[in-house]
């Protein structure tokens, strides 16, 4: 079945620690979104790509990269874990990064930063 | 700056009952307005957007919606509310140029029994 995929599900995570959160799609979708979704603020743009190869900030870029290898994979890191990046982690993709294209979001990463 | 608003944090509503969830949106050029559903510990979902054209937009599941300029909303109707429908709602707006979506609080939807 075509989609988004996300892992791991959920995440128990010491402070100071580097933690990479993976998303894959099989849609062959040129772009792809990292959100953070946090209780009372809705969802918050991380980091984009709008094709392999390029990346871009988003609202709140910091403590967090990515990078854009290919067109299926979209990698989150946390260099360094703060409690504050505790949050539901969304991956989502469009199909050609336009204004007017539907986004498709995975299932979401839970992760706790202790 | 381009912005969307969603002012109830929820909305209760009984089964049968018409429902409505608001969203205002302020943007700078032509609005590109999107719904989506989120239901509990799953992602979103794509229920209906708003490009061009006719006012009314239908979607999934019965949704539909109705684009207002003049009052700059867009809001999610249904005629008859299901207690399957109680989820959370986001409403959505493309970043003006940006390609990215700006995105509301959301509104918890609940549909009593």
């Not at chain 1, 991956?91 to 299932?107: I, N, R, V």
């Not at chain 2, 205002?24 to 509990?40: A, D, I, K, M």
């Not at chain 2, 599941?61 to 700059?72: H, W």
């Amino acid at each position: 079945i075509a989609g988004i995929t996300q892992a791991p599900t959920s995440q128990i995570l010491a402070a100071g620690r580097r933690m990479t959160l993976r998303c894959t799609q099989d849609m062959r979708h040129n772009a792809m979104y990292w959100y953070r979704q946090d209780l009372g603020l809705g969802l918050r743009l991380i980091h984009y790509s709008n094709t392999a190869g390029t990346t871009g900030k988003g609202e709140v870029p910091d403590g967090y990269s990515v990078s854009r290898a290919n067109t299926d994979d979209f990698p989150l890191t946390l260099a360094s874990a703060v409690p504050s990046q505790t949050s539901v982690y969304f991956c989502a993709s469009s199909e050609a990064g336009l204004s007017t294209d539907t986004q498709y979001f995975g299932p979401g990463t839970r992760l706790t930063v202790l | 700056a381009q912005s969307v608003a969603q002012p109830e944090d929820q909305v209760n509503v009984a089964e049968g009952n018409p429902l409505t969830v608001k969203c205002t949106y302020s943007v700078s050029g032509n609005p590109y307005l999107f719904w989506y559903v989120q239901y509990p510990n799953r992602g979103l979902q794509f229920l209906l957007k708003y490009i061009t054209g006719d006012n009314l937009v239908k979607g999934s599941y019965g949704f539909e919606a109705e684009f207002n300029k003049s009052q700059t909303s867009f809001h999610l109707k249904k005629p008859s509310a299901l207690v399957s429908d109680s989820a959370l709602y986001f409403c959505a707006v493309e970043d003006s140029g940006t390609y990215k979506y700006i995105f509301g609080t959301g509104t918890r939807l609940k549909v009593l029994a």
